[in-house]
Structure formats: structure tokens, C-alpha cells
């Protein structure tokens, strides 16, 4: 368990979206459960596309040290490039106007997303047989970064090798090979199990890998409506397929932040 931090802010960093407002959800819930639990003397939250922004939270920080943690699938393009040149970081520790940052990994490295991805998979087709199912966790792939993929392919060769007992757990993305679109032509097994390891429920995980899997013909209303994740099982391609929300919805996220936070102080702080 984290203990108190009664003197350091705690700052959560996400995507955000100006054309859809559940993309910010989960990152504003997490931050509301951990506000409560009192553990931080404050918890913000800062974005890329909506408000407040990245620049604009330093100013909302009153405490001494301020944690960042990104709620963020992966190190990659932003992580590692526009976070840090938003806030103005120089590494892992960096002083600024008499806040010391202290910068955390992102949520999506963590070592316990590999037992999230079985139960979100459970969760929606827990009365399928394992053995007689393909499990597809599915990003969205970038020539900008190769390591926004790299989390996934871990993901799945943990999987594998985790006694989950699937018949074959496979990575697919939307803008690079092996592409979602093909997961009929992937998956070996009757049934398929596609979970988006993404944060929030947004235009791809709702609209964009619905239509590239053949749920829906065109992109549906925003994700606050839901009915794609309701109407599990499909019939498809001669297969059963089973769609699960994004893996950052899931409230044990606010615990993995806390981790992140344990494991900066233990990495970065051990010796200070």
C-alpha cells in the first residue's frame, strides 16, 4: 500500500480529445478515487487536448514535489517527447519554480496489465472455454514510436507463457500489420476475444475497431452510449466474437498509479 505523501501533489496526464468528451473519463475518475483516499495533499489532472493542458497545471500545484504520472498505454511518442517538452522536464527529476517533478512511468508498463487484460477478457466471455478461444489484444501501432507496439507484443508473449490457458493470445493494430481488420484470417479458434488496450473508451476503441472488425458498418454515436460493449456475443466471419471496453477503464488503474508513484521513490529516490 502507498503510504501518505500528505506533502506532494500527485498530477495524472492524459490523452484528451476535442471531438469526443468520454475520452477523458477514466483519467477524471481515477483522479477523483485517489483524491478521496486522501493519500496526496493534492491530485489534478492535465491533458494534451483538452483542459487544463499540460502547461497550464503547473500553476495549480501549491505543494513542494509533485508526482507526474501519465495515464498512458505505453512508453512511446508521447511519454518520452511531448510530455516532457510540454512540462518543461529535463529527466526523471527536474526543478521548476520551486516545485521539484519527479516523473513517472506510465500506467501501461506496469507488470500487473497482463492480469487486467485475462480479467477484462474473463469478464466478457467467462462462460466461453479458454482453450476454445483466440484472444486478440489490440493497439493502434505508429511509425512515430516503435515502442508504442513493443508494450503490446510483451503483453502477449506474457500471456502465453502465463498458464491463462487461451488457445493463442494475439497483438493486432489498426494502422500497421497484423491488422485488426484481418483478426477472422488471425484467429485459429471458434471463439475471439478482442480486448483494446487502450485508456478510455474513445473514436477508436468505440467507433474506428467496431467497423474494422465488422460489429458496425460506420462509426456509431460517442462512447457514453455503450451499446457495442452490451451486445456481446457477434456472429462474424464464421466465428463468435467477444468486444471488451478499453483496458484503462478499469478501476484498479487508480491502484497502478499509486505503483507507479512506489516505484519512482524506490528507482529514482533509493539513494537520495
Given at each position: ?17 476535442t471531438?469526443?468528451?468520454?475520452s477523458?473519463t477514466?483519467?477524471?475518475?481515477h483522479?477523483?478515487d485517489l483524491?478521496?483516499?486522501g493519500?496526496?495533499?493534492?491530485v489534478h489532472?492535465?491533458f494534451w ?11 495549480l500545484i ?5 508526482y507526474?504520472v ?5 512508453e ?6 511531448v510530455?516532457?517538452?510540454e512540462?518543461?522536464l529535463?529527466g526523471r527529476i ?22 487486467l487484460?485475462l ?10 472455454p ?20 513493443q508494450?503490446i507484443?510483451?503483453?502477449?508473449a506474457r500471456?502465453?507463457a ?9 497483438d ?17 479458434a471458434?471463439?475471439?476475444v ?6 478510455s ?15 458496425e458498418s460506420e462509426?456509431?454515436e460517442a462512447a457514453?452510449q ?14 463468435t466474437?467477444?468486444?471488451s471496453r478499453?483496458i484503462?477503464?478499469d478501476p ?5 498509479i499509486?505503483d507507479?508513484?512506489?516505484h ?5 529516490l533509493?539513494?537520495r
Amino acid at each position: 500500500m502507498t503510504s501518505p505523501r500528505k506533502d506532494c501533489a500527485l498530477v495524472i496526464l492524459g490523452h484528451g480529445s476535442t471531438e469526443n468528451p468520454d475520452s477523458s473519463t477514466p483519467t477524471q475518475e481515477h483522479a477523483e478515487d485517489l483524491r478521496a483516499r486522501g493519500l496526496f495533499a493534492e491530485v489534478h489532472t492535465a491533458f494534451w487536448k483538452e483542459e487544463p493542458s499540460f502547461r497550464q497545471v503547473w500553476p495549480l500545484i501549491e505543494s513542494p514535489v509533485a508526482y507526474f504520472v501519465p495515464d498512458f498505454i505505453s512508453e512511446g511518442y508521447f511519454t518520452q517527447q511531448v510530455i516532457p517538452r510540454e512540462l518543461e522536464l529535463s529527466g526523471r527529476i527536474t526543478q521548476h519554480n520551486g516545485t521539484t517533478a519527479y516523473y513517472c512511468d506510465p500506467v501501461g508498463v506496469h507488470a500487473s496489465m497482463t492480469q487486467l487484460l485475462l480479467k477484462r477478457a474473463r469478464e466478457i466471455a467467462g462462460d466461453v472455454p479458454p482453450e476454445e478461444t483466440s484472444l486478440i489484444i489490440v493497439g493502434h501501432g505508429t511509425s512515430l514510436n516503435t515502442q508504442s507496439t513493443q508494450v503490446i507484443k510483451d503483453q502477449a508473449a506474457r500471456l502465453n507463457a502465463s498458464g491463462g490457458g487461451y488457445a493463442e493470445v494475439l497483438d493486432a493494430y489498426m494502422e500497421e500489420p497484423p491488422f485488426i481488420a484481418d483478426w477472422h484470417q488471425m484467429a485459429q479458434a471458434p471463439n475471439v476475444v478482442v480486448v483494446p488496450f487502450f485508456i478510455s473508451d474513445g473514436l477508436h476503441s468505440y467507433q474506428d475497431i467496431p467497423v474494422l472488425l465488422g460489429i458496425e458498418s460506420e462509426p456509431t454515436e460517442a462512447a457514453s452510449q455503450r451499446d457495442v460493449f452490451r451486445e456481446n456475443p457477434h456472429r462474424l466471419r464464421g466465428k463468435t466474437l467477444y468486444y471488451s471496453r478499453a483496458i484503462g477503464t478499469d478501476p484498479s488503474i487508480s491502484d497502478i498509479i499509486l505503483d507507479q508513484v512506489t516505484h519512482f521513490d524506490e528507482e529514482y529516490l533509493r539513494d537520495r
